[in-house]
Nanobody, 124 residues
Framework: QVQLVESGGGMVQVGDSLRLSCAAS????????MSWFRQAPGKEREFVAG????????YYADSVKGRFTISRDNNNNTVTLQMNRLQPEDTAVYYC?????????????????WGQGTQVTVSS
């Protein structure tokens, strides 16, 4: 089982940028589709972005398309989420997740492994 640890969250202002990182251990992530989810208080966990095993394809929620970029480095076992032009509605705990799959899955229930989450707060 792969273990995931997120870092890079914080408190920023509207329009600022943040870069989240996910470090994996235990197994190489090259076999996993990797995704980022987020969960705001009182809301369900939602898909943000996902990337296929080779990094050749990426998928984004409509709410972050054009502002967020997911990438991966299989050699270093890391996944990154670059978040630009942050808005108050982006405030949430962000989770890195892994699933043994050949395609990106947007349902959180299917994922095999999760990090502990990192808080992102965007103030206006």
């Amino acid at each position: 089982q792969v273990q995931l640890v997120e870092s890079g969250g914080g408190m920023v202002q509207v329009g600022d940028s943040l870069r989240l990182s996910c470090a994996a251990s235990g197994r190489t992530i090259s076999s996993y589709v990797m995704s980022w989810f987020r969960q705001a208080p009182g809301k369900e966990r939602e898909f943000v972005a996902g990337i296929t095993r080779s990094g050749g394809s990426t998928y984004y929620a409509d709410s972050v398309k054009g502002r967020f970029t997911i990438s991966r480095d299989n050699n270093n076992n890391t996944v990154t989420l670059q978040m630009n032009r942050l808005q108050p509605e982006d405030t949430a705990v962000y989770y890195c997740a892994a699933v043994l799959s050949t395609v990106v899955i947007t349902s959180a229930r299917i994922y095999d492994a999760w990090g502990q989450g990192t808080q992102v707060t965007v103030s206006s």
